[in-house]
């Protein structure tokens, strides 16, 4: 069973910024697509940024500009980068890694708190 843990997330100031890690605990070399999600509370899970094995990346408009998805193969590792974080990305934020059909793991999230 892949296991994909994330770290990086806690609670950050308005305008602040924060680095979001997945750690895949198999090589990310082969993988099709890498992707963040997150849920605010209340609400649907929404993608906010992908990353395929050609290196297109795509984000949702409320993010652009301002995230940054990307991969460390070496560390098995995929990240976000958040800047200009405002209230409304705020939320439990998940990594998806997919290598086939029937290999498309989720991790079990890491919490971001945008307030003062």
């Known amino acids: 069973q892949v296991q994909l843990v994330e770290s990086g997330g806690g609670l950050v100031q308005p305008g602040g910024s924060l680095r979001l890690s997945c750690a895949a605990s198999?090589?990310?070399?082969?993988?099709?697509?890498m992707a963040w999600g997150r849920q605010a509370p209340g609400k649907q899970r929404e993608l906010v940024a992908s990353l395929t094995s050609n290196g297109n990346t795509n984000y949702a408009d409320s993010v652009k500009g301002r995230f940054t998805i990307f991969r460390d193969n070496a560390k098995n590792t995929v990240y976000l980068q958040m800047n200009s974080l405002n209230a409304e990305d705020t939320g439990v934020y998940y990594c998806?890694?997919?290598?086939?059909?029937?290999?498309?793991?989720w991790g079990k999230g890491t919490l971001v708190t945008v307030s003062s």
């Open positions: 998806n890694v997919v290598w086939s059909v029937l290999e498309d793991y």
């Open positions: 198999r090589s990310i070399r082969g993988a099709h697509k």
